[in-house]
């Protein structure tokens, strides 16, 4: 799977909560339900990987994954480039 096909499946899950500063990203929370759990499988990962990763087993923090494929979060979603400021 190319970066930007990875990037544009994670950009598909609802974000619950994050966290950034405008230089760095503390974490991209989306809720651990089945659809999460299809497109990190999708990505390669086990169930047994996801569920010791997640948070309480309810929500998941993205940025672990997101940063294999993406150099940026805008806010909104991860990108495959920074952009320049």
Known sequence: MEKQEAIDLINTLEVLDYEADGEACYYVNVELNSKTIKVLKSLGY????????????REFDLTGVAWKY????????FV???PDY
């Open 46 to 57: 086990s169930e047994d990987w996801i569920q010791k990763h997640s948070l309480d087993g």
């Open 80 to 82: 495959l480039e920074r």
């Open 70 to 77: 993406a150099q940026w979060w805008d806010g909104d979603k």
